[in-house]
């Protein structure tokens, strides 16, 4: 028997059974859709996230003075890159980073800028309001070439510069009853600063940044030869050269410090690019998980395809005597009810595919009337998860008959026309 004529008896049983095929199809379209919809939730999340680190740059390191060894991410270890060192830090007194530190770092391989900031907060006058800001103080040197905050208006720091700022954009926008625009002038702890730029919404919105020497003078709490962080941005991305920085710095860093165990570390160091990678990590275990959840929707739905195939072949068991009779063989008796199981999970999983497309449309606009104008719910619809629905729902179906289309192939012509 032909392929061809197999198939058009399949879609002729499928079409004559209207009511039990699309019952049984419904269970399929449901698991389809909820697979695609959460699959694509799970890469809107993590496109979001890439996109949310790539503002900070995944070229960027940081230190910050405390116990706490090497933290690059969420991951357990003892090796940099890998989470918190295996041995935790004990409480010991807090040493303060230094420029002795930044020149040694300076000396790293691969590493391309290194900048000391200080940081604090200081009470900020404009058109006679007051409010206190979490002010930066930054190497204006260097400072330019390691941000990712791009300029609303204005410009960075110069190395010249001494009584200006940058300010966030909630600053200039939203924290007092004017917007501060810029050339303004405004008043930082008694000292006259103008607004030379303005930030784009995004990092740093309420932070006013201004030279380190400068902010070293004006807040109070600030030491003249100490940093509260120290930034590095490598010179590559590239796989390996983060991690081969992070322990070239970290054994330097020791040896300088006097520091003979991991567990009396006195500072920490920071990866933004692990971090992603972790978060990324957890989030694909999320999807994955959710996704198996949804799956078992599937499974009630390959159980109704197979009781189909059941119904199907005790209803058809003349028809199957009668083929027999003529010279039908079992693989042919096969073919038809395999293809049969098929198109109900070919068909169930088209069907699925376009509500789950359309669920993921969705989503965003139900986030943004949840979260208001700054919902940032998206999903993402690849066609690999559309193809991977399809053959899954369409595998489905064949392994659901297989069983009931064997038991058809095996009736004896002789019992099958006999059936009442």
Same mark, same amino acid.
């Given at each position: ?181 810029? +050339?303004? $002038?405004? &008043? ?5 600063? *103008?607004?030379? !730029? =303005?930030?784009? %919404? ?104 197979? +009781?189909? $195939?059941? &119904? ?5 068991? *003349?028809?199957? !005597? =009668?083929?027999? %009779? ?60 559309l193809i991977f629905s399809l053959i899954l729902a369409t595998s489905i179906g064949v392994l659901a008959g297989i069983v009931p289309t064997y038991m058809a192939s095996k009736l004896q012509p002789v019992d099958a026309l006999r059936y009442e």
């Open positions: 028997m032909r392929t061809r004529t197999s198939l058009k008896l399949a879609i002729n049983y499928l079409v004559h059974s209207k009511l039990r095929s699309w019952l049984t199809i419904i269970g399929i379209v449901i698991g389809v859709a909820a697979v695609v919809g959460i699959m694509s939730i799970g890469g809107g999340m993590q496109q979001s996230v890439e996109a949310r680190f790539g503002e900070f740059g995944a070229d960027l390191l940081t230190i910050t003075p405390g116990g706490g060894g090497t933290y690059s991410g969420f991951k357990g270890g003892g090796h940099p890159g890998s989470g918190f060192s295996k041995e935790s830090a004990t409480t010991s007194e807090q040493e303060n980073l230094t420029q002795k530190d930044v020149q040694i770092i300076k000396t790293v391989k691969n590493v391309e800028y290194v900048q000391g900031t200080v940081s604090s907060r200081g009470e900020v006058y404009f058109l006679g309001e007051k409010t206190t800001i979490s002010i930066k103080g930054v190497d204006t040197l260097v400072w330019q070439h390691m941000t990712y905050a791009e300029l609303e208006g204005g410009r960075y720091l110069n190395p010249s510069d001494s009584n200006v700022v940058v300010i966030g954009n909630k600053i200039a926008n939203d924290v007092f009853k004017q917007p501060i625009v810029l +050339n303004r $002038m405004i &008043t930082v702890e008694g000292k006259t600063f *103008k607004v030379v !730029g =303005i930030l784009e %919404a995004g990092q740093d919105d309420s932070t006013m940044i201004m030279p380190i020497e400068t902010a070293r003078t004006t807040l109070d709490d600030i030491g003249q030869d100490e940093f509260d962080s120290i930034s590095i941005k490598a010179s590559s991305t590239e796989e390996g050269i983060i991690d081969q920085i992070i322990e070239d710095i970290d054994s330097k860093l020791m040896l300088s410090r006097h520091i003979t165990t991991e567990r009396d570390k006195d500072y920490r160091i920071t990866s933004m690019q692990a971090t992603q990678e972790s978060i990324n990590e957890m989030l694909q275990t999320i999807t994955i998980f959710l996704g198996a959840i949804a799956a078992v929707s599937l499974i009630v739905g390959a159980v109704g395809i197979a +009781n189909t $195939m059941f &119904t199907s072949v005790l209803e058809k068991t *003349k028809d199957i !005597g =009668i083929m027999k %009779a003529i010279g039908a063989k079992n693989r042919d008796i096969m073919t038809i009810f395999i293809f049969n199981s098929a198109l109900v999970g070919f068909v169930g999983g088209i069907i699925g595919v376009l509500v789950g497309v359309g669920i993921s449309a969705l989503i965003p606009l139900l986030g943004m009337k949840m979260m208001g104008p700054m919902g940032t719910m998206n999903t993402v619809v690849t066609p690999e998860l």
